[in-house]
């Protein structure tokens, strides 16, 4: 099975800043790779399909970019609701999918 | 629009089972593969397994195998996922996905609570 590590597993920031989120495939999965933002009490929201495509009504802060091995989320400038559990899913040799281990984000 | 509803939350003993429904609406239930995560408090997102409604194959995640059973009933576009032999380590909100490439709409979440 494919494995994805994601780093960090948590990160400290403040509103305002730019933050990075890291995927990394355990072999080539093309760009079949969604990051999904998961809150306390709520069903994961997809951000990003395709590696790149921003989901629909998702603020344009939110990027994504990669293909192959290596992905990044990117938040270009956090707001106070973007305070959450990031994660991503490859979905390359489905099924199975792997989810990464998450990213906490917190403030700072 | 497209919407997945799902059962409410249930509290069972070791060794029970239990099955959760997932109605969905809004698309061809037909067309698309649903899947089943689950989170346990504290930890990640876990995938548990899929099923095809239109023709019935289903499979899962090896940790699950022999133990799970995803069923659906299409004059109601209703998946099902149950899960037996139930332990402690079972208890998460467990939650059914649309499959389109990657699991772009979700339902609310179901807390399964395994509790003596």
């Known amino acids: 099975d494919i494995q994805m590590t994601q780093s960090p597993s948590s990160l400290s920031a403040s509103v305002g800043d730019r933050v990075t989120i890291t995927c990394r495939a355990s072999?080539?999965?093309?760009?079949?790779l969604a990051w999904y933002q998961k809150k306390p009490g709520k069903a994961p929201k997809r951000l990003i399909y395709?590696?790149?495509s921003l989901q629909s009504g998702v603020p344009s802060r939110f990027s994504g970019s990669g293909s192959g091995t290596e992905f990044t989320l990117t938040i270009s400038s956090l707001q106070p609701e973007d305070f959450a559990t990031y994660y991503c899913?490859?979905?390359?040799?489905?099924?199975?999918?792997?989810f990464g281990q998450g990213t906490r984000l917190e403030i700072k | 629009q497209v919407q997945l509803v799902q059962s409410g939350a249930e509290v069972k003993k070791p060794g029970a089972s239990v099955k959760v429904s997932c109605k969905t609406s809004g698309y061809t239930f037909t067309s698309l593969d649903i899947n089943w995560v689950r989170q346990a408090t504290g930890q990640g997102l876990e995938w548990v397994g899929w099923m095809n409604p239109n023709s019935g194959y289903t499979g899962s995640a090896q940790k699950f195998q022999g133990r799970v059973t995803m069923t659906r009933n299409t004059s109601i576009s209703t998946a099902y996922m149950e899960l037996r032999s139930l332990r402690s380590d079972d208890t998460a909100i467990y939650y059914c996905?649309?499959?389109?490439?990657?699991?772009?709409?979700w339902g609310q979440g179901t807390l399964v609570t395994v509790s003596s």
């Open positions: 996905a649309r499959t389109n490439g990657d699991f772009d709409h």
């Open positions: 899913l490859q979905h390359n040799n489905y099924p199975p999918v792997t």
């Open positions: 395709a590696a790149s």
């Open positions: 072999q080539g999965i093309r760009n079949d």
